[in-house]
């Protein structure tokens, strides 16, 4: 038996309050940061979403899950870009042991916690490739800012235009701290051998360990560049001003001389 896999993300968090009641299906487990809804059993649909802004869907018919995709993203607010995705398949094989590729997992039987694994993982993935996309964009768009000081020695943009820019670079450090937060096995992988060779094959698929380090690596790199420009805007204030205090003392010493030398009749 195979189980289509399909997750999506999105670059904003997504409240999972009464997500079941949202979207109609009941909750199986939940925690702060993400719930599984579905229907157990050997044909079991689920739907996994968590608060970093990723959903995942296992089990569901293409239909079902276009309907019930367009009410998580009415949760998620107005889109500024379309979602990243990320497609996998769970092959359920009675009597053999759990192997992964990077498109399918192999596994016994299908359970609940099994599901927790397989969208925790898949979950991560998607969320990081959207990461990744906008970290490239974010390096990129520093990049012109450092080759224009480079040439000529000054940021001569609006200071509304940077300040607008660092906020988009702090806000995506911080979603990517959230979202990376979560990198931990499981508690229900610690005392179960399947979870927790199904966690283990599944973040080597998908090489979890070293993306995480690469973005690790390009999100340092934002941050003390978003420090730089920080410090620069705040050159720039200091220096407005200190011409502005400079043109008072010069208009005082001008009003003192119109005075002296020339006193009002």
Do not use: C
Request: hydrophobic share 45%.
């Amino acid at each position: 038996m195979k189980l289509r896999v399909s997750a999506y993300a999105v670059p904003v968090s997504v409240p999972i309050v009464n997500f079941g009641e949202k979207l109609g299906l009941p909750e199986l487990t939940k925690d702060r940061k993400h719930v599984v809804l579905g229907e157990d059993g050997e044909r079991g649909r689920y739907v996994v979403a968590y608060d970093f802004g990723a959903v995942i869907f296992i089990g569901e018919t293409e239909a079902a899950e276009k309907q019930l995709l367009e009410r998580w993203f009415a949760l998620s607010g107005k889109r500024t870009r379309e979602p990243t995705t990320e497609d996998f398949t769970i092959v359920v094989e009675p009597g053999s042991k759990v192997a992964a590729t990077f498109d399918a997992i192999q596994v016994p039987e299908i359970t609940t916690p099994l599901v927790d694994i397989v969208a925790l993982v898949v979950g991560q993935s998607v969320a990081m490739e959207h990461i990744e996309t906008e970290v490239d964009a974010t390096l990129l768009r520093l990049e012109t800012y450092s080759e224009a000081l480079r040439l000529r020695g000054d940021y001569r943009g609006t200071k509304r235009e940077l300040l607008r820019f660092i906020g988009t670079g702090l806000s995506l450090s911080n979603r990517a701290v959230l979202t990376l937060s979560i990198l931990d096995p499981p508690l229900s992988s610690w005392n179960d051998e399947t979870l927790d060779r199904a966690h283990r094959v599944l973040r080597d698929a998908f090489g979890v360990e070293e993306r995480y380090r690469a973005l690790d690596h390009k999100l340092t790199k934002i941050q003390g560049s978003l420090e730089l420009l920080v410090d620069l805007v705040q050159h720039k204030r200091a220096q407005l001003l200190e011409g502005v205090v400079i043109a008072l003392i010069a208009v005082e010493i001008v009003l003192f001389f119109v005075e002296r030398y020339w006193p009002a009749p």
